[in-house]
């Protein structure tokens, strides 16, 4: 029984060389630098690229006329001829394949229902004419090795091999073979080539694989290094880069708690239904995320870098180890309701290695901000988790809500600028104080502990604003 697996061709340019010498699991192209809707700013950045079906009879060079519309009906046993492609039952197939990759990263793709019929793979895209990305189809080789091959931007036009009868007419899976196929070869279109790996499947690599559905960890990577994760493309194109842009996590109620980036935890396989990936592409690049409190509460966050480890080499080439969750050294910064003010900063630990805000107290009701920034151009796929819990206490100067007054309060309050010199005032006057509850019963500060309070006050007081804390291809059984 053969392997379903296909294998690709794809042009490679010199400056795709250079950066596939650079081991960062997935291998890079050049991303796209001009599409039909304008000029793409900088890599990492997001862009808008159109796709359009070549009518039958367009020229694919080497190959002759294309006849993609007319084998897809054939296929699917379509009689209609009409050129509103979109009633096709195969064109939802399309569609949900470049909507798969708009899922994950910063790319928008969007249908373009007009084509020219200019030849493929030396047009540009046109708004209203033709598609950056346009797909086309020929007879190739036939019901063997090849099924399909694409170009790499700025042309990223994609051919099918209409020889093949049986393969892309399985509707198995949601005709999973037609679609990993387009997939794949989508990768291509935004400047992803080949890679291999021994230890994990990745729709990237040159083989087919029909144990998984659409793009896997390492390719999200790739399209998130390229430009950026999905979140760069809101607030019209600005991202989330500024506490002006922040992504809005809602009101956060005592108790709650929420986690953003999480589907990229575990192994490389992704379920197609997941969909929440985050990162940071290099040393400019910031994610800011808003949430707001309706109560006094004490806050825990934590940051977790992740992407895997796996082996991973170029097509051809050896195979080495790679390291995924430690590309990118991610620290981890809480600020007050201005956006400016910054309350607490964890950026210890090294690259690979979580960060931590443990217990904050943020007795100001309002709006706060977290942000995820890196000090390397490279990109870190993270995890960031935020836990919200009441801050029960009414004992005045219990700051870090644990039921007394005592040193590890006026640790608390040093550590948060948040808090004022009057809070500082209420723990000098309840030190020593277990709870609201035993008042009368617990004794007053004697005049040593208050010298000695005194004396720690005035060495102590000035806190510190920061705290550590190519040609798609069948394979052979």
Known sequence: MPHLSVFLVCTVSSSSLWLASYAVAYVPDDPWSVTASGVASAPGTPVTLTWSIAPDGTNIPGEGGSNVVSYFDDLFNVTSSSDDLTDRPWFTLLEQSFERWSELGGIEFIYEPNDNGSQLQNSNGVLGTLGDVRLGGTFVDGASSTLAYATLPNSGDIVFDTGETSFYSNSSNNYLQ???????????????????????????????????????????RGIQGLYGDSLEKTNGGLGNNSANTATDLGTRAAGSSLSVGGDATGTQFVA???????????????????????????????????????????????????????????????????????LELADLSGAGQTELLSEIRLSTVGEYFVRVAGDTDAVQLYELDLSVVAATTSLAGDFDADGDVDGQDFLAWQRNSAFTVADLANWQDHFGLASLGSLASVPEPTAGNLFGLATLTLLLYRRPRECGVSKYQRDQD
């Open 272 to 342: 197609a239904t997941e969909t929440d990936f985050v990162s940071i592409t290099d040393a400019d690049d910031a994610d800011f995320f808003s949430f707001t409190l309706s109560s006094p509460s004490i806050l825990g966050a934590t940051l977790t870098p992740l992407g895997g480890v796996f082996n991973q080499g170029v097509e051809g080439g050896s195979q080495s180890s790679f390291d995924a969750n430690s590309r990118n050294d991610l620290s981890l910064a809480l600020f007050g309701p201005d956006g400016n003010t910054l």
């Open 178 to 220: 037609l679609r990993n196929t387009l997939m794949h070869e989508i990768g291509h279109a935004i400047g992803l080539q080949h890679v291999e790996s021994s230890n994990s499947a990745l729709l990237l690599e040159p083989f087919i694989s029909t144990a998984f559905d659409g793009p896997q960890l390492d390719d999200i």
